[in-house]
């Protein structure tokens, strides 16, 4: 039919342009879905490869604890020898079951929270067995303890350094330490005395440095971890979300 107004028919586009329109746009269509599956296999790799430098980060922290724990412990004991021949020898005892907890629980990834209540306990126990005197510990631990998964070896550096810098020989000395269950996840909290001769980094050192390393390694920023220090007092707080 002629155009209406100068008595020409319509322009229409040669029937091969349109064919290689269609093909370009295509072929720019299966171009673009490859990028994108390929953008996405690059992103699982790259969470992959993320994932598994953050298992060897935290496996070389967990090592890095172990000897730290363990090198005190037996620090404990060599202290207890002359002291005390049979308190020692208890304290030996008492050792095997840390032992036992730390190479046969600890390289899991995640620990039920009354395992490492027990942990904590057998701990308390050897430590009491050198801290006769003037040393105060108070525990405050769910009597039930739910079925909840915590990373292992988490609260130990805590108590390692209330024990190690809170307490002393010349001075009443005390130890509280508190474990809850709430919305937010688990509430671990510890005080310790502090005394005028203790030196003013006493409480930082590889065991703190390590849980807060670990902590971010897990957690990300969904944790809390505070410390308040007073003239005669040194508290930890922290908060951590219940593993899923």
């Given at each position: 039919?002629?155009?209406?107004?100068?008595?020409?028919?319509?322009?229409?586009?040669p029937f091969q342009a349109i064919h290689i329109a269609i093909a370009v746009l295509l072929v720019g269509f299966n171009l673009s879905i490859r990028l994108f599956l390929k953008s996405l296999r690059d992103d699982e790799?790259?969470?992959?490869?993320?994932?598994?430098?953050?298992?060897?980060?935290l496996?070389?922290?967990?090592y890095q604890l172990n000897p730290h724990f363990f090198m005190n412990t037996l620090n404990n004991i060599y202290a207890l020898v002359d002291l005390n021949t049979e308190q020692a020898k208890k304290t030996i005892i008492e050792l095997s079951k840390l032992m036992r907890y730390v190479l046969y629980e600890a390289n899991k990834n995640q620990i039920s929270l009354e395992h490492e209540i027990q942990f904590l306990e057998n701990y308390i126990a050897l430590m009491k067995l050198r801290y006769i005197d003037n040393l105060n510990i108070r525990t405050e631990f769910p009597v039930v303890v739910p079925c909840v998964q915590i990373p292992p070896l988490l609260f130990i550096s805590l108590l390692e350094n209330a024990f190690k810098h809170g307490?002393?020989?010349?001075?009443?000395?005390?130890?509280?330490?508190?474990i809850e269950l709430a919305d937010e996840g688990?509430?671990?909290?510890c005080k310790n005395s502090k005394h005028t001769h203790a030196h003013k980094d006493a409480y930082h050192g590889i065991g703190i440095d390590n849980?807060?390393?670990r902590l971010h390694l897990l957690y990300g920023n969904n944790y809390t971890f505070t410390t308040n220090e007073s003239e005669?007092?040194?508290?930890?707080?922290?908060i951590i979300p219940f593993l899923s």
């Amino acid at each position: 039919m002629p155009d209406s107004e100068n008595g020409r028919p319509p322009i229409r586009p040669p029937f091969q342009a349109i064919h290689i329109a269609i093909a370009v746009l295509l072929v720019g269509f299966n171009l673009s879905i490859r990028l994108f599956l390929k953008s996405l296999r690059d992103d699982e790799m790259l969470k992959d490869l993320e994932r598994q430098r953050l298992e060897s980060e935290l496996q070389y922290l967990k090592y890095q604890l172990n000897p730290h724990f363990f090198m005190n412990t037996l620090n404990n004991i060599y202290a207890l020898v002359d002291l005390n021949t049979e308190q020692a020898k208890k304290t030996i005892i008492e050792l095997s079951k840390l032992m036992r907890y730390v190479l046969y629980e600890a390289n899991k990834n995640q620990i039920s929270l009354e395992h490492e209540i027990q942990f904590l306990e057998n701990y308390i126990a050897l430590m009491k067995l050198r801290y006769i005197d003037n040393l105060n510990i108070r525990t405050e631990f769910p009597v039930v303890v739910p079925c909840v998964q915590i990373p292992p070896l988490l609260f130990i550096s805590l108590l390692e350094n209330a024990f190690k810098h809170g307490v002393s020989y010349q001075e009443p000395s005390f130890i509280e330490v508190r474990i809850e269950l709430a919305d937010e996840g688990v509430i671990f909290n510890c005080k310790n005395s502090k005394h005028t001769h203790a030196h003013k980094d006493a409480y930082h050192g590889i065991g703190i440095d390590n849980i807060k390393k670990r902590l971010h390694l897990l957690y990300g920023n969904n944790y809390t971890f505070t410390t308040n220090e007073s003239e005669n007092c040194f508290e930890v707080l922290l908060i951590i979300p219940f593993l899923s």
